[in-house]
C-alpha cells in the first residue's frame, strides 16, 4: 500500500472517528436537554406540591379557626345550660371528623397536576360545605336544647309568680 493510500485511510479514519464523536455528542445533548426538561417539570410539579401544600394547610387553619370559633360557643351554651358530656363528645367529634378529612386531604396529594387543579380550585368550597354540613345538625340540636331550655325558665318563671301571688 501506498504512502498515499495509508495517509487517505488514516484521514478518512479520523474522519469518521469525528463524525462518531459528534454523533454521540448530539447524543449526549439530547440526552442532557430530556434530563433538563425531566428536571423542569419535577420542579414545577413539586412547586405545585409546595403550593397545594401551602393551601391545604391555610384551609386546615381556616378550619380549625372555625372549628374552634364554634366549640367556644358550644362551651358558652354547654356552661349555661347543657351537660359537660355533652360539650367534650361534641368536641371529639368535631376533632375526629376534622383529621378525617385532613388525612384524606393529605393522601390525595399523589394525583395528577391537572386533578391537583381542580383540587385546588374547589377545596375551599367543599371544605365550606362540608363543615357546614357537619356543623348544622349539631346547631339544631343546640337550638332546640336551647328553646327547650327557654320554655322551662318561661314555665318555672310563671310558676314563681304563682306562687308568689299566692303567698
Not at 479514519?13 to 428536571?39: C, M, T
Not at 384551609?59 to 351554651?77: D, F, G, P, R, T
Not at 354547654?78 to 363528645?89: A, R
Not at 340540636?141 to 304563682?162: D, F, G, H, P, W
Amino acid at each position: 500500500m501506498s504512502l498515499e493510500a495509508q495517509l487517505l485511510q488514516i484521514i478518512e479514519q479520523h474522519q469518521q472517528q469525528l463524525k462518531e464523536q459528534q454523533q454521540q455528542l448530539k447524543e449526549q445533548q439530547q440526552q442532557q436537554e430530556r434530563a433538563l426538561q425531566l428536571i423542569q417539570q419535577q420542579s414545577a410539579t413539586i412547586e405545585q406540591l409546595k403550593q397545594y401544600t401551602q393551601t391545604l394547610n391555610d384551609k386546615h387553619s381556616e378550619a380549625v379557626k372555625i372549628v374552634q370559633k364554634y366549640q367556644q360557643i358550644v362551651q358558652n351554651l354547654s356552661e349555661q345550660t347543657i351537660s359537660p358530656n355533652f360539650s367534650q363528645k361534641l368536641h371529639e367529634n368535631l376533632e375526629s371528623q376534622l383529621q378525617e378529612h385532613l388525612s384524606e386531604l393529605v393522601m390525595s396529594l399523589n394525583i395528577d397536576s391537572e386533578v391537583k387543579q381542580i383540587i385546588r380550585k374547589e377545596l375551599p368550597k367543599l371544605v365550606q360545605a362540608e363543615i357546614e354540613q357537619q356543623l348544622k345538625p349539631m346547631a339544631d340540636q343546640i337550638i332546640k336544647r336551647m328553646t327547650s331550655v327557654e320554655q322551662y325558665q318561661q314555665k318555672l318563671a310563671e310558676l314563681i309568680q304563682q306562687l308568689s301571688s299566692r303567698l
